[in-house]
């Protein structure tokens, strides 16, 4: 593995991502019990954009940079941007860009900083260097459970967990293909360990059949509802670049999907490139079994005959 999330921390991509991790936990923690959040791509938790890496591609600028200076942002982005002043305030004012933001909080510390007495955050980082980084930001914290594992794995290996409800962040690098793949097994292993936990899946977008081809895969893991949300910053990109990004979850959380109509609203507007950019969230329609694809037709076909 290669990817180093530095380069693209608080991109328009984490944005949404992040909008939407802190919106489906912010719903889940409304109620009174104790939740595991497994987050299997965690990273090193905290990112630094004025070091080498941040400084080097400024991507934060076009994404959470841009809604820094938003006044009543809808609820969903107003818990999110909270979050990450939060975590950007314990760094101090001292080297603080004009922007005002030094420090980004990655998905296991939006999480962590959500965390009730009861809840747990096991948080999974492959990449033996972002490892390192991600347990010594953690270190001492009896919440927080750091593996340097294999996050896939880890979904088997979890559920169902003692609190007996979960929320399952999975934000694959992509960078093998069959990285969706691997995705859709694991969760398809999760889904039948915990059919009532919460699964959501991040998924870039450079090509709209590939897309499809990972929403339509969550959605065929389970019989409960699936939800896509997805945030095209413009539609006329050249090819192989990244212009949309989405997320899709097995058993949003009531009034997951209002809150994020609400935040794409203003994203598309705040985001959007050009004039093409669009927000969209929406059920996943679930595939037809093969079986039923291809009797199908041939019930249509007796079905018309005419009576003997």
Same mark, same amino acid.
Do not use: C
């Given at each position: 593995?290669?990817?180093?999330?530095?380069?693209?921390?608080?991109?328009?991509?984490?944005?949404?991502?992040?909008?939407?991790?802190?919106?489906?936990?912010?719903?889940?923690?409304?109620?009174?019990?104790?939740?595991?959040?497994?987050?299997?791509?965690?990273?090193?938790?905290?990112?630094?954009?004025?070091?080498?890496?941040?400084?080097?591609?400024?991507?934060?600028?076009?994404?959470?940079?841009?809604?820094?200076?938003?006044?009543?942002?809808?609820?969903?982005?107003?818990?999110?941007?909270?979050?990450?002043?939060?975590?950007?305030?314990?760094?101090?004012?001292?080297?603080?860009?004009?922007?005002?933001?030094?420090?980004?909080?990655?998905?296991?510390?939006? =999480? %962590? +900083?959500?965390?009730?007495?009861?809840?747990? !955050?096991?948080? *999974? &980082?492959?990449?033996?260097? /972002?490892? $390192?980084?991600?347990?010594?930001?953690?270190?001492?914290?009896?919440?927080?459970?750091?593996?340097?594992?294999?996050?896939?794995?880890?979904?088997?290996?979890?559920?169902?967990?003692?609190?007996?409800?979960?929320?399952?962040?999975?934000?694959?690098?992509?960078?093998?293909?069959?990285?969706?793949?691997?995705?859709?097994?694991?969760?398809?292993?999760?889904?039948?360990?915990?059919?009532?936990?919460?699964?959501?899946?991040?998924?870039?977008?450079?090509?709209?059949?590939? =897309? %499809? +081809?990972?929403?339509?895969?969550?959605?065929? !893991?389970?019989? *409960? &509802?699936?939800?896509?949300? /997805?945030? $095209?910053?413009?539609?006329?990109?050249?090819?192989?670049?990244?212009?949309?990004?989405?997320?899709?979850?097995?058993?949003?959380?009531?009034?997951?999907?209002?809150?994020?109509?609400?935040?794409?609203?203003?994203?598309?507007?705040?985001?959007?490139?050009?004039?093409?950019?669009?927000?969209?969230?929406?059920?996943?329609?679930?595939?037809?079994?093969?079986?039923?694809?291809?009797?199908?037709?041939?019930?249509?076909?007796?079905?018309?005959?005419?009576?003997?």
């Amino acid at each position: 593995m290669n990817y180093r999330h530095g380069y693209h921390a608080g991109n328009f991509a984490d944005v949404l991502k992040h909008v939407a991790l802190v919106a489906l936990l912010t719903r889940l923690m409304s109620k009174d019990k104790p939740l595991l959040v497994l987050d299997t791509h965690a990273g090193r938790g905290g990112y630094d954009l004025t070091g080498a890496q941040g400084d080097t591609t400024k991507e934060w600028k076009r994404g959470v940079g841009l809604l820094l200076p938003m006044r009543a942002p809808p609820d969903a982005i107003a818990d999110y941007l909270d979050l990450v002043r939060r975590f950007d305030r314990k760094f101090g004012p001292m080297g603080k860009p004009p922007e005002g933001l030094s420090h980004y909080p990655g998905s296991p510390r939006l =999480a %962590r +900083a959500m965390l009730r007495a009861g809840d747990r !955050l096991v948080a *999974a &980082e492959l990449h033996r260097d /972002e490892y $390192r980084l991600l347990r010594r930001e953690f270190a001492g914290d009896p919440m927080v459970e750091t593996r340097e594992t294999d996050g896939y794995a880890l979904i088997r290996a979890s559920l169902p967990p003692p609190e007996r409800r979960a929320l399952v962040h999975v934000d694959p690098p992509y960078e093998t293909r069959d990285e969706a793949e691997r995705a859709l097994h694991a969760i398809g292993q999760g889904v039948r360990r915990l059919p009532t936990g919460v699964f959501a899946l991040w998924y870039p977008i450079k090509d709209e059949v590939a =897309a %499809r +081809a990972i929403r339509e895969g969550v959605a065929a !893991l389970s019989k *409960a &509802e699936t939800l896509a949300v /997805e945030l $095209r910053v413009a539609t006329n990109a050249p090819a192989q670049s990244l212009y949309g990004t989405g997320i899709v979850v097995i058993n949003p959380p009531w009034t997951f999907a209002e809150h994020m109509r609400e935040a794409l609203d203003v994203l598309v507007r705040t985001l959007g490139a050009n004039a093409t950019a669009r927000g969209d969230v929406f059920a996943v329609a679930k595939p037809a079994p093969v079986e039923a694809q291809v009797e199908a037709p041939q019930r249509r076909k007796r079905q018309a005959a005419p009576p003997r």
